[in-house]
Nanobody, 125 residues
Framework: QVQLVESGGGLVQAGGSLRLSCAAS????????MGWFRQTPGKEREFVAG????????YYDDSVKGRFTISRDNVQNTVYLQMNSLKPEDTAVYYC??????????????????WGQGTQVTVSS
């Protein structure tokens, strides 16, 4: 398994930006597909963005398309989520996740095997 640690969350005004980072341990990070999910109280954990192991394929939920960008640096063993034009409805705990295939983007939380502990993002209006 891969160990994942998220960082970069915090408080931001609507319209502002944050960049989340997910640092992975181990020597096999480049072989994993990676995803970002988010969860708010009373709601299921939902897909935000995903990226293949090579970084050549990405996919975004419609709610963040055009505002968020997922990327990865396999040398640094880190995946990023650049969040621009943030809205109050983006407020959630954001989780990064790893899946073992990595050849195409997975959108279901059940397709991911390893999870970080999450980082809080709060967007004020």
């Amino acid at each position: 398994q891969v160990q994942l640690v998220e960082s970069g969350g915090g408080l931001v005004q609507a319209g502002g930006s944050l960049r989340l980072s997910c640092a992975a341990s181990g020597r096999t990070f480049s072989g994993y597909g990676m995803g970002w999910f988010r969860q708010t109280p009373g709601k299921e954990r939902e897909f935000v963005a995903g990226i293949t192991w090579s970084g050549s394929g990405t996919y975004y939920d419609d709610s963040v398309k055009g505002r968020f960008t997922i990327s990865r640096d396999n040398v640094q063993n880190t995946v990023y989520l650049q969040m621009n034009s943030l809205k109050p409805e983006d407020t959630a705990v954001y989780y990064c996740a790893a899946e073992w295939d990595g050849t195409y983007v997975k959108r279901s939380r059940y397709e991911y095997q390893d999870w970080g502990q999450g980082t809080q993002v709060t967007v004020s209006s």
